[in-house]
């Protein structure tokens, strides 16, 4: 039963326009999310992430939006550099220092 | 701040050997856990530690166990190694819930 789905296993955009990857969760006590960035032969790279009180969080070109009705979250980069293709990672967790559960990843390619 | 380390990168073991993987969190951060990440899937969850204790574990054999020190350091030990425990195992180290710091990873093939 996989609690965090990421349903696009690849998506390719050209440099300069928007990505936007998706993240569906089915466990409601999930309250803390989660985005990593990973390239290949290194760890996730933390990138942002967002309480269940808010319903958005900025950092820069990154954008996490959560949608708690509908249980999905979307980053949004803008705009999308060709240094951003890796494959990135949705994560939830049920509060505190509960463990992450991760969703299968979505490989980004950014076109120059 | 040198981050999250974990040592080695690399390594090749025979099916049945034993294997120890260390970890050195985040400075400040005193909860480490642990996750295999297997090729194509997302990283699952091991165990965690703090404050020298296992708190949490995830759906994984006894053969995976831990041990945490006193300067949050860490060491995952798999015993009686399988093909199956070929892997990428993370260490991520963290201070609140709204972050959790990864390390390179150790590369493990079992042959």
């Known amino acids: ?3 965090v789905k990421q349903n696009s296993p690849s998506l390719s955009v050209q440099e300069g326009r928007i990505s936007i990857l998706n993240c569906d969760y089915t466990n409601s006590m999930f309250d803390y999310f989660l985005w990593y960035k990973k390239y290949p032969a290194e760890g996730p790279t933390f990138l942002i992430s967002i309480s269940s009180i808010k319903d958005k969080n900025e950092d820069g070109r990154f954008t996490v939006f959560l949608n708690k009705s509908a249980k999905h979250l979307s980053l949004h980069i803008v705009p999308s550099q060709p240094g951003d293709s890796a494959v990135y990672f949705c994560a939830a967790r049920a509060g505190g220092n509960t463990p992450l559960v991760f969703g299968k990843g979505t490989r980004l390619s950014v076109i120059a | 701040d040198a981050g999250v380390t974990q040592s080695p990168t690399h390594l090749i073991k025979t099916r049945g050997q034993q294997v120890t993987l ?3 969190p985040k400075s400040g951060h005193d909860t480490v856990s642990w996750y295999q990440q297997a090729l194509g899937q ?3 969850f091991i165990f965690q530690y703090y404050e ?3 708190r949490q574990r995830g759906n994984f054999p006894d053969r995976f166990s831990g041990h945490q ?3 949050y350091s860490s060491e995952l030990n798999v015993n009686a190694l399988l093909l199956g425990d070929s892997a990428l195992y993370l260490c991520a180290s963290s201070s ?5 710091f990864f390390g390179q990873g150790t590369r493990l093939t079992v042959v």
């Not at chain 2, 609140?96 to 959790?100: D, H, R, T």
């Open chain 2, 52 to 54: 020298e204790e296992e």
């Open chain 2, 42 to 44: 997302g990283p699952q």
């Open chain 2, 22 to 24: 260390r970890c050195s």
């Open chain 2, 96 to 100: 609140s819930p709204l972050e959790a």
């Open chain 2, 69 to 71: 020190f006193p300067n």
């Open chain 1, 1 to 3: 039963d996989q609690q």
